[in-house]
């Protein structure tokens, strides 16, 4: 699943992962700009998902980040991996693999390191 969490309205590399993430044989679900943690969450448990990637360019991911995975383990969904993308300093990386966070992919990324990182990282639920 891609996600937009919070106010952020630039979402083009967003869909450009979802259509190449696709395009390379996932199922994809886009959940489109605005969602708050709470609306992520509850999309990524009703649809199963093995993974939620949070695209952000509004400098918040510190915050969002961390309510995402801190929502996911109140709902008992912690075995969904959480990966991302955006204008996140490099400084800031490690701080939030240390919270959880499983990988982060910053502008300029090439689509195919992302979906080798996927194929090799993320599993599918069930399996």
Same mark, same amino acid.
């Given at each position: ?65 961390? /309510?995402? *995975?801190?929502? $996911? %383990?109140? #709902? &008992?969904?912690?075995? !969904?991996?959480?990966? =991302? ?5 490099? /400084?800031? *990386?490690?701080? $939030? %693999?240390? #919270? &959880?966070?499983?990988? !982060?992919?910053?502008? =300029? ?11 090799? %990282?993320? #599993?599918?639920?069930?399996?």
């Amino acid at each position: 699943m891609i996600a937009k969490p919070g106010l952020d309205g630039h979402d083009r590399g967003a869909k450009i992962v979802a259509r190449a993430l696709r395009d390379a044989g996932f199922e994809v679900i886009y959940t489109g700009l605005h969602q708050t943690p709470e609306m992520i969450v509850t999309t990524a448990i009703q649809e199963d998902v093995a993974a939620i990637g949070l695209s952000i360019l509004s400098g918040a991911h510190n915050t969002l980040f961390n /309510e995402v *995975i801190k929502l $996911l %383990k109140k #709902k &008992g969904a912690e075995g !969904i991996a959480v990966f =991302g993308g955006g204008i996140i300093p490099d /400084e800031d *990386i490690p701080k $939030l %693999k240390r #919270k &959880g966070v499983l990988e !982060i992919f910053t502008p =300029g990324t090439p689509l195919n390191e992302i979906i080798e990182f996927i194929k090799d %990282k993320i #599993k599918s639920p069930g399996s």
